[in-house]
C-alpha cells in the first residue's frame, strides 16, 4: 500500500511517501489512520486532529469507514481551498 503525505502533515511525518504492508484487520480508512497515528511521534501529531485531515483513496476523496485494499494509493492532505 502507497501512503502519500501532503504539506505540513508531511513535514511531521519526514516522508512525503511510504510503502507499508497493510495489517489483515486494517479494513477502513479510519483504522488505517489509527494503525499510522502509532507508527511514530510524527505520525501521531500530523494525524492527531482528524477533523483538519482529508484522505484519498485512489485518487477519490472517501470518508473515514471507506473500505481500504492492498495496494490502494492513500493520500493524505490537510483542508484544500480555493481562490
Known amino acids: ?3 502519500l503525505w501532503f504539506a505540513w502533515l508531511r513535514t511531521r511525518v519526514g516522508t512525503g511517501e511510504e510503502i507499508v504492508e497493510k495489517p489483515a484487520d486494517i479494513a477502513t480508512v479510519g483504522a ?4 499510522l497515528a502509532a ?6 501529531q500530523a494525524l492527531a ?3 483538519v485531515v ?3 483513496v485512489n485518487q477519490t476523496y ?3 469507514d471507506h473500505a481500504v485494499s492492498d495496494g490502494d494509493e492513500i493520500a ?4 484544500v481551498t480555493g481562490g
Open 54 to 56: 482529508r484522505v484519498a
Open 49 to 51: 486532529r482528524r477533523d
Open 76 to 79: 493524505i492532505f490537510p483542508p
Open 32 to 35: 488505517l489512520l489509527d494503525w
Open 1 to 3: 500500500m502507497k501512503i
Open 39 to 44: 507508527r511514530s511521534p510524527g505520525h501521531a
Open 62 to 64: 472517501v470518508p473515514l
